[in-house]
């Protein structure tokens, strides 16, 4: 092999490797990801097809709504300004989970308009919403701020 | 007072990390010997200063002195000394603290045992540590203050976030911050040497030492964080692809990546622009990572507090490090000539391609990381990349890397033979698929597809020792000959060999995990007894307690097969007194060696006596942090040969090598 030839492999597999990674990055970008939805876009949107796939809906856990079924799996509500949307997940809720909070829920929308979660999130701190949901009130003009005035307990790991 | 003490000496670490990035500077500009000589004093007296400022913020979490209002926020009176003193660097103020004082360490570290540096880069390394030194110093001191007082002073404190008080966390971030800001060294080193532009294989041979003590803790952090996540949080999930974990994942990636390349520099002086990159970008993602975390831009499991003004500033920090290293790179990168070429097929090549990958695989890490944050600014859309994106795109491009791993050692430096080192692994091709089969097939009945996966883990860890079996030759020199050599090879060898199969190890542990993990959840009633998973869980009784800063609900279950109690597993559910937090405790029960049965808590059901059970089966779980401790094993075994040793002394190693060209001069076979 010449010297030509050696830095042409090398560049090569390079190439061969960032291409074959370029085309994962962007099928996984468009197929693998999840949207953030409210519930009034839930309602709202016209086409089925905008709903599908994995999605996250935010919003408050309606008070009164949560109640544990025979097989164990937990159906609750969360709406926002507008709407609600009703969940059922099977597995144990998130420790801060609790009604009136604000919560995501992860998973797909089912055709009956019920929405299926195998992950729900609440945050870790108390005093927090996640964020996407805080955002999403705001907009909607219902955010009431923080809680309490106190500073907030910062807390990372 | 000693907290007055302690706010003070953190000025005086400002001041002296000014000096210490500011004279030998000068003194590298004027050629002044006397001002090069006063930065190791300097870089040591900064490390004691910060020290003491730590030490007095400690002091204030131990005697609960709740009129600082960082201890005020964070602490309880009640709460277990351990976790008091583990409460310091549980938040934002008092980890940032514990960040400058990693940073001086590693500094003051370079100053002690740097002895044999040359004066002119070991100045110019301290000078650039000590310029990140006053960034972040000047940040706690301008945006994140942890003495700040209260008045009046409160007489309760609030308490630490309950799922932090564990003993996981005790050790986390410390070990996590040895490994992020031990890059600061290489980075260092990195920009030194831009600076005085001069750059050989004795740049690479210190700043291997540094680089391999970063990756140490940095596995051993990302481990006990994983670990900790496992067991705390009660989820059952041991990697979540959450931006925190990306954040120590891909400094992890491109240190792992920096450790090979720094070999090639060191042996062959090839690729020394790109290991210069990878110094100056392992930090880079360091960086990164802690902006991620402290400013909250992305959401994550783990939890967060954020101040938009505490986010800039880190980020100003990031594009002057990031962006000022890079364009000096930019400058001076033309200037280094590069050493040795080499056939692709070669050990060179090898190493070439671990980074090829690795590099890559970090890249898609970051664009995962970073896209939701591009997408809202573009559009205004909210989306998350999560678990589905980082499988679909790293997955793929590991499978090729860890097919070559065994195959790196077995090729010789310059020029390899592909068809030797491939003829040397067939009995460990043999071994793995048969291994493969026989797990797949004869005892999990997992589905056929999988033994792929078995099969590569275990080729992973048997061609690990490939090279170290070869060198040792048992078969054609007989056993004792082949102890000896096995007992003569330099401990490096060993490391590689061990690191490669804990890479191994954990390989088999996810993948076990991932095909055979099962779950349930039920509604169990005291006395009921399920079957899952093979094994009979009886539900014996939920009992209320009380602990020295929570209340609990303890259930009690009892683990058997075949009527044999395997073991009793009281996950809990407490509720913390002063933050009126509730947190879920899991109750594991290691089954056999490496599996577990993980049971947790929901909530009790109304108008009845059920409770909500979630149990999981995780088979062969465990071995994924076996793997991890294998790894750091190997990295300290590595780190305590001779030939790396910082600071060893020249007569040694002077004997070492004359010793090492006798046995060279015998014939080898």
């Not at chain 1, 994962?24 to 468009?30: D, I």
């Not at chain 1, 995501?104 to 992950?119: C, K, M, N, S, W």
């Not at chain 2, 006990?224 to 692809?241: D, N, P, R, T, V």
């Not at chain 2, 490090?321 to 090549?349: D, K, Q, W, Y």
């Amino acid at each position: 092999m010449t010297r030509k030839q050696k830095r042409f492999a090398v560049i090569f597999s390079a190439l061969a490797v960032l291409g074959g990674a370029v085309a994962l990055v962007l099928t996984g970008l468009s197929e693998q990801v999840t949207f953030f939805r409210t519930p009034t876009d839930i309602v709202s949107t016209a086409s089925a097809s905008e709903n599908e796939g994995r999605l996250r809906l935010g919003g408050l856990v309606v008070m009164g709504s949560v109640e544990t079924l025979d097989d164990a799996a937990v159906r609750f509500a969360i709406e926002d300004a507008n709407h609600a949307v009703t969940v059922r997940y099977a597995g144990i809720l998130p420790d801060l989970f609790r009604e009136g909070q604000g919560i995501v829920a992860e998973g797909t929308l089912q055709p009956d308009g019920t929405f299926r979660a195998d992950t729900v999130l609440a945050k870790h701190d108390e005093t927090y919403m996640p964020r996407e949901v805080a955002d999403a009130l705001k907009e909607q003009g219902v955010w009431k701020g923080e809680a309490s005035g106190e500073t907030p307990a910062s807390s990372d790991y | 007072m000693i907290v007055e003490l302690g706010h003070y000496a953190l000025v005086l670490g400002l001041a002296l990390s000014l000096a210490q990035m500011i004279v030998p500077m000068i003194g590298l500009r004027t050629n002044n010997a006397r001002m090069l000589a006063v930065a190791p004093s300097l870089t040591v007296a900064t490390f004691l200063v910060v020290a003491v400022s730590f030490a007095a913020l400690t002091w204030a979490y131990v005697t609960s002195d709740f009129s600082v209002r960082n201890v005020w926020a964070n602490s309880f009176s009640d709460k277990p000394l351990l976790f008091k003193i583990t409460g310091v660097w549980g938040n934002h103020e008092g980890s940032m603290l514990l960040w400058i004082l990693t940073l001086a360490l590693f500094g003051a570290l370079v100053a002690f045992f740097g002895g044999n540096l040359p004066s002119r880069l070991k100045a110019a390394v301290l000078s650039v540590q000590g310029s990140v030194t006053v960034a972040f110093a000047l940040f706690i001191l301008l945006t994140s203050n942890p003495f700040e007082r209260l008045s009046p002073p409160p007489l309760e404190g609030r308490d630490l976030n309950p799922i932090l008080q564990d003993i996981g966390l005790a050790i986390h971030p410390p070990l996590l911050y040895l490994g992020y800001v031990g890059f600061s060294i290489c980075f260092s080193f990195a920009v030194a040497a831009l600076i005085e532009g001069r750059i050989d294989a004795a740049w690479a041979r210190w700043v291997r030492p540094w680089t391999l003590v970063s990756w140490v803790f940095l596995t051993a952090g990302i481990s006990m964080g994983s670990y900790w996540a496992y067991y705390e949080l009660g989820w059952g999930g041991w990697w979540f692809w959450d931006p925190v974990e990306n954040a120590s994942f891909m400094p992890w990636l491109i240190g792992t990546a920096l450790l090979h390349s720094a070999l090639v520099m060191e042996k062959r002086e090839a690729m020394k622009v790109w290991t210069i990159l990878l110094a100056i970008l392992a930090f880079s993602f360091s960086l990164l990572g802690t902006f991620l975390v402290r400013s909250g831009v992305l959401t994550s499991v783990h939890s967060f507090a954020t101040d938009p003004q505490r986010g800039l500033f880190i980020l100003m920090i990031l594009v002057f490090f990031i962006g000022g290293s890079l364009i000096l790179f930019a400058l001076r990168a033309g200037t280094l000539r590069n050493g040795g070429m080499f056939h692709p097929v070669s050990r060179e090549g090898a190493l070439v391609l671990n980074n090829l990958f690795l590099t890559t695989a970090t890249a898609t890490v970051l664009v995962g990381t970073l896209y939701p944050l591009l997408v809202e600014a573009v559009s205004g859309e909210k989306i998350s990349v999560g678990a589905p994106y980082f499988n679909y795109t790293f997955i793929p491009l590991m499978i090729p890397l860890l097919m070559a791993v065994p195959f790196g050692p077995l090729l010789a430096w310059k020029r390899g033979n592909l068809a030797a080192a491939a003829e040397r692994l067939w009995l460990t091709a043999a071994i793995s698929l048969v291994a493969a089969l026989a797990i797949a097939w004869l005892i999990y009945d997992a589905p056929v597809l999988s033994a792929f996966a078995y099969a590569l883990a275990f080729w992973l860890i048997v061609g690990s020792f490939a090279d170290v079996w070869q060198k040792a030759g048992f078969v054609k020199n007989g056993w004792s000959t082949g102890w000896a050599r096995l007992k003569g090879l330099p401990r490096a060898s060993w490391g590689t060999a061990l690191a490669h199969a804990g890479l191994g190890i954990t390989t088999l542990g996810i993948v076990g995990v991932t095909t055979l993990e099962d779950e349930t959840v039920l509604r169990m009633t005291p006395g009921e007894t399920t079957s899952f998973a093979g094994y009979d869980v009886e539900f014996n009784s939920l009992t209320p307690g009380k602990g020295p800063n929570f209340t609990y609900d303890k259930g009690i279950f009892t683990i058997s097969r075949d009527g044999r109690v395997i073991g009793t597993v009281e996950p809990e559910k407490r509720v913390y007194v002063a933050s009126r937090m509730p947190t879920t405790e899991a109750g594991i029960q290691t089954v056999g060696l490496f599996s577990q049965y993980y049971l947790a808590l929901g909530d009790a059901v109304e108008g009845s006596e059920d409770i909500v059970v979630r149990i999981w089966w995780k088979p062969w779980v465990t071995l994924i942090w076996y793997g991890t401790v294998v790894m750091v094993a190997a990295g300290l075994i590595s780190l305590s040969d001779r030939r790396l040793r910082i600071g060893a002394p020249v007569a040694a190693r002077r004997r070492r090598q004359e010793a090492l060209a006798a046995a060279r001069a015998e014939p080898a076979e």
